[in-house]
């Protein structure tokens, strides 16, 4: 069943362009609010922000949505998404509302929810928001006495900054150790660079000055070469980007090479297994993550057990499964003992508490297992079309999977939010991979001519 508004992490648009108006944002403020009063306490929502300029637009409109509805407001200001759904939980909050539309540039923004366990909001729960947007609403405002009200607090960064440094256990310094920091002049533009200075490292700093433009301008996990070329410049040991909403990291190694979410999510799962931390006995990941990892954990007597992508399908698994790490060969990755969400900066300290127990550079420890040939191609495709169901298509998808022998696998999806057919495969042989996914594209292509 299609949506209307949300997509598969909120709802994202071209700021004061539908659905990504202030009309939309009161909207998914009285339906919010409706749908999660229950009971007769005093009900109450936090609500945090990026940096983009739109955020004072959105930011009003949702005040003023669950006001009506009689929600106390808690504003936070600019702060990670993780930020805004410790918060959520530890305020006691009914719902938690972060402002952002993550990696994207400043031109778009997005509404995230939270429930108040700190977790992202089931795709059932958001239809039923839907649902409630698009009814009429007004015999539902409370009466002017019973209007909430709006505050903000003061001490939010310093309670997350807190929270955050405590994930690591107290020997744990980051002493010595020179970091280059990007922060994508974004959500965590000034927590970010406190803890990692609080906890002994020497910071350099990118991407810390947002002036409502440039979030995610040339900086940030998604334009990471100003980041991997400062840590060669500066000698640094590390190099750290967050996104723009501080849920996403990429790092580097100490000669400016990025570091693969895979082998990120791969170090600190062994690690915790070694250490008695990791429950589960797992890691879950998406249908992206790379094979090499699979049979890296298969040999440690782990499991790698996949979902489809997106973050809030591998937090879901993991709540079903008791496993604590989980994440995205992107950079998303969550780690459920101390956050409901992914958490760019909590998840970069467990990757340093790793290394600075070993002697040795970063590139060395950070190669967990070497990962097989993997090619990711596009397809675009006409709009209205279904090329996947035409029996040719079929066949070569078919074909493909059996050339590999069980030796290596064929992922096909359609993009989700562009009329894109994403077709991947991996295997030991480079060529083999490739030409398989040329003669998957050239078939799609003749079907679509």
């Not at 202030?22 to 009063?37: P, R």
């Not at 020179?178 to 406190?194: E, M």
């Amino acid at each position: 069943m299609s949506r209307k508004y949300f997509g598969t992490d909120g709802i994202r648009g071209t700021a004061n362009s539908a659905p990504m108006t202030a009309e939309v944002a009161l909207k998914v403020g009285m339906a919010t609010g409706q749908y999660f009063t229950r009971g007769n306490h005093r009900h109450r929502v936090v609500i945090g922000k990026d940096t983009r300029l739109s955020g004072y637009m959105l930011e009003p409109a949702l005040v003023a949505g669950f006001t009506s509805m009689g929600m106390d407001v808690i504003l936070v200001g600019p702060m990670p998404t993780p930020a805004v759904a410790m918060l959520t939980k530890s305020m006691r909050a009914d719902i938690g509302v972060m402002i952002s539309a993550s990696h994207n540039p400043y031109e778009d923004n997005g509404i995230k929810l939270f429930g108040p366990d700190g977790f992202k909001l089931s795709d059932a729960v958001e239809s039923e928001i839907e649902t409630l947007m698009d009814s009429d609403l007004s015999p539902l405002l409370v009466s002017a006495n019973s209007l909430g009200r709006a505050k903000r607090i003061d001490d939010a960064p310093g309670r997350y900054i807190e929270a955050v440094k405590s994930s690591l256990a107290g020997h744990v310094t980051l002493e010595g150790v020179k970091i280059v920091l990007d922060c994508a002049n974004g959500a965590a533009y000034s927590v970010a660079p406190k803890v990692l200075r609080e906890l002994g490292a020497d910071v350099i700093e990118i991407g810390t000055k947002p002036n409502g433009f440039n979030i995610n301008d040339n900086c940030g996990s998604t334009h990471t070469k100003p980041m991997c070329d400062l840590v060669v410049a500066e000698k640094a040991d590390v190099g750290i980007a967050l996104d723009g909403d501080a849920d996403r990291v990429q790092m580097c190694d100490e000669n400016g090479r990025l570091i693969d979410g895979d082998q990120l999510m791969g170090l600190v799962t062994t690690h915790w297994h070694k250490t008695g931390q990791l429950r589960g006995n797992a890691l879950v990941a998406t249908v992206m993550s790379n094979l090499g990892l699979e049979r890296y954990l298969e040999k440690q007597g782990l499991r790698l057990i996949r979902t489809k992508v997106g973050d809030r399908y591998v937090v879901e698994q993991m709540r079903a499964l008791g496993c604590n790490v989980g994440g995205e060969q992107s950079g998303h990755i969550v780690l459920s003992d101390f956050a409901s969400t992914g958490d760019g900066l909590l998840a970069s300290l467990q990757v340093l508490a790793v290394l600075a127990g070993h002697d040795g550079p970063v590139s060395q420890m950070t190669h967990v297992f070497d990962p097989l040939p993997q090619i990711l191609k596009n397809v675009r495709y006409a709009a209205g079309t279904d090329p996947l169901g035409h029996s040719s298509v079929i066949e070569a998808i078919s074909a493909a999977e059996k050339s590999f022998n069980g030796d290596g696998r064929v992922l096909i999806r359609k993009s989700g939010t562009e009329p894109l057919i994403r077709v991947m495969a991996e295997g030991d042989d480079a060529s083999h991979v490739e030409r398989v996914v040329d003669d998957i594209i050239a078939q799609i292509n003749a079907v679509t001519a």
